[in-house]
């Protein structure tokens, strides 16, 4: 259990950041694992700036067997931009 943060890197350079929380709490017939997930980079393609952002909200693991899902949510986002428009990510 607990908050990590993370940056990323790609050839030694950073380019975002994840932050992955987790915790065991109840839900619905007993103790589940939750964890979500939340990561940005920004990557230069060819002079343009590639923003990805995703995040998993929420996803819920059983205990219980093999700890299979019992439910998730998550959604991502892209967006692009030039280079020359764009002011510094970080």
Do not use: H
Request: charged fraction near 30%.
């Amino acid at each position: 259990e607990g908050r990590f943060a993370y940056g990323v890197y790609l050839n030694n350079q950073k380019v975002g950041w994840q932050v992955a929380d987790s915790k065991i709490m109840e839900y619905e017939e007993g103790e589940v694992f939750v964890e979500s997930l939340e990561m940005r980079t920004v990557l230069n393609y060819s002079g343009n700036i590639v923003i990805s952002e995703s995040k998993y909200k929420k996803v819920v693991y059983s205990l219980k067997d093999e700890g299979q899902i019992k439910n998730a949510e998550s959604e991502s986002k892209f967006l692009s931009e030039c280079l020359y428009a764009y002011p510094d990510p970080f």
